[in-house]
């Protein structure tokens, strides 16, 4: 950027096809973002120097990058680093979902994938995740669709950018779920509190779930609960730090028991407020409540 130009606040929206990359797209447009849609990664540092005119400046700039760009990968790395070099740094949203899901999605809207080729659906699938695997492994915050639908994923994307007016500070999500359910494909960091004893033991207990006083309170009295809640915060406390320093703005941290109703859903709602008591922007859901 040149001296006294504007610097603007810059999200990549990238990920698989079929994900959700559109809705995200929109949610950002709805939000006042300026978004463009299928960006060659080249111009990336173009839009950020245009944007940043100190007359015409656009503060938040929102593009999205797909394999549907040639040269995707080594051209979108290669500008991420130039904008790093000069002063910017964007921050990069990968959209995820599972194979059937994203299968399903295409075969409903009867069109193919881009690249499949002359091969069926899935190859192109099997194809654009193995060429996206570095950029998801380097994305500041991964969202896993299989689950939601339009809006649920309009809301997601609404509340980790809806006020934050280019502020640097940590936004977290906690989610509860059920090991027997499988493992939460977007978490950051996964912690077990299948250590505890199971309220679905008891008779009284059993129809009801961790946000429920009598249930929080038996899974909050047992041997070892406090201590993990003091020795995670201040792990938490630290890792909250350093991502910040890093520039890491989306931590998800999963907090899992075997069904996702007792255990983890008191563990999650608790380390939830311990974050918040830390001035750290949180969101906690349960992903698996009411599946059973």
């Not at 978004?35 to 950020?48: E, I, R, Y």
């Not at 809207?109 to 380097?138: K, M, S, T, W």
């Not at 028991?257 to 939830?272: D, F, I, N, P, Y």
Request: proline letters at 5%; charged letters at 25%; one cysteine or more.
């Amino acid at each position: 950027m040149t001296p006294g130009q504007y610097i603007p606040d810059i999200v990549i929206v990238t990920g698989m096809s079929g994900a959700g990359r559109s809705t995200a797209a929109k949610a950002l447009e709805d939000l006042d973002w300026f978004v463009v849609d299928n960006l060659p990664p080249g111009l990336l540092a173009t839009m950020a120097d245009l944007g940043g005119r100190v007359q015409d400046a656009v503060p938040r700039i929102a593009v999205v990058v797909d394999v549907r760009s040639r040269g995707f990968t080594s051209d979108l790395h290669t500008s991420i680093e130039e904008l790093e070099s000069r002063g910017v740094r964007p921050r990069v949203v990968y959209l995820e979902a599972s194979d059937d899901v994203l299968v399903r999605r295409f075969e409903n809207v009867r069109r193919p994938h881009p690249l499949q080729g002359d091969n069926r659906v899935v190859d192109g699938i099997a194809r654009e995740r193995a060429l996206l695997l570095e950029i998801r492994a380097e994305a500041d915050l991964v969202i896993d669709t299989s689950s939601l639908n339009v809006h649920e994923l309009r809301a997601k994307v609404v509340g980790f950018f809806g006020d934050t007016n280019g502020e640097s500070s940590l936004r977290a999500t906690v989610v509860s779920f059920g090991y027997k359910y499988g493992l939460p494909v977007d978490a950051d960091l996964v912690v077990d509190c299948r250590f505890l004893p199971n309220p679905h033991w008891i008779p009284e207990l059993r129809p009801q779930n961790g946000r429920d006083a009598p249930v929080r309170d038996y899974v909050l009295s047992q041997r070892g609960a406090k201590e993990f809640l003091d020795a995670y915060t201040e792990v938490l406390r630290l890792l909250a730090a350093g991502y910040e320093r890093e520039g890491k703005h989306y931590v998800t941290l999963a907090v899992g028991c075997t069904g996702g109703k007792h255990r983890s859903v008191a563990m999650a709602e608790q380390l939830g407020q311990r974050l918040r008591d830390e001035a750290i922007d949180v969101q906690v859901a349960h992903r698996d409540l009411g599946r059973e």
